[in-house]
């Protein structure tokens, strides 16, 4: 049984270079994801983008994942394949990033909507970020793991949404996946007590319908058992007294959708 590495202050410093290599090429993918685009463009993109920073895509042969991002459309919820699909008006594509600079991972995700998406679709996304953000709020210490996993659940739910609880988010660091793992349900005040020095990635994967998913023969796609869409975000996250340090940022993301605007 593996247990929770905690970080001094210096590594944490270190991750927070890795995760904002992970935020800068978000801002890159969000620079030129639209309809008429191949999601392989964007992994190649990517890719790239992170080497020449220095960087090593954490994903690319992590188990034998064959690509440096996570692209999932539409009812994909997580560890989707980039590929030749063609990017269309109305999909939504979570893209999730993983770096190594250091030694060190980050781990980020945002969920992008193409061109004109259908009202219930936008609010599945708001909805998701907001989780995140009160997911987040929780990462102090003294709290616990369900803190946050209740936190995240009750707001989804609270807006007819579902929460996957067959996958979740993780410690991270000095590896991709480390303990504890950080589900998206839960009981407050249940879990692993939240200390100084943990640094954990918290991605709550909501769906618009079920909470159910498949999982695909490829090994890796996970999407919903109705069809329906899926929207999933995700911070790298320091947990410290009185309020978290957050280590990634959407803010190259949200600069460049706001130009587009």
């Known amino acids: 049984m593996s247990k929770i590495i905690y970080k001094s202050i210096e590594e944490i410093e270190l991750i927070r270079e890795s995760s904002l290599l992970v935020s800068k090429t978000l801002g890159e993918v969000a620079k030129v994801i639209k309809a008429g685009m191949q999601t392989i463009e964007l992994n190649k993109l990517a890719e790239t983008f992170i080497r020449d920073h220095g960087g090593v895509p954490a994903f690319l042969n992590y188990n034998g994942f064959p690509y440096s991002l996570c692209i999932s459309l539409n009812d994909q919820v997580v560890h ?7 990017l269309k008006d109305g999909d939504v594509v979570s893209v999730d990033c993983g770096a190594v600079l250091n030694k060190f991972v980050g781990d980020s995700a945002y969920t992008f909507a193409i061109g004109e998406v259908d009202t219930e679709t936008l609010k599945l996304l708001q909805v998701t970020r907001e989780c995140l953000d009160l997911g987040v709020e929780k990462a102090i210490v003294g709290m616990r793991i369900g803190d946050i996993a209740f936190a995240v659940q009750q707001h989804a739910e609270s807006n007819g949404f579902g929460v996957v609880k067959e996958l979740v988010g993780h ?17 407050r005040g249940s879990g692993v007590k939240l200390e100084e020095g943990m640094v954990i990635a918290i991605e709550p994967m ?3 319908g079920k909470p159910g998913v498949k999982f695909w ?7 919903t058992v109705d069809g329906k869409p899926s929207a999933h975000y ?8 009185g309020k978290p340090d957050i280590l990634t940022t959407f803010s190259y993301v949200e600069e460049v959708l706001e130009q587009i605007k």
Request: aromatic share 10%; glycine share 12%.
């Open 206 to 208: 909501i769906n618009a």
């Open 234 to 241: 995700e911070h790298t996250v320091a947990v410290k007294k």
């Open 217 to 223: 023969s490829d090994g890796w796609t996970v999407s």
């Open 171 to 187: 410690g991270v660091g000095h590896k991709l996946h480390e303990k504890p793992e950080v589900p998206n349900y839960g009981k």
């Open 80 to 86: 989707g394949f980039p590929s030749s699909y063609v």
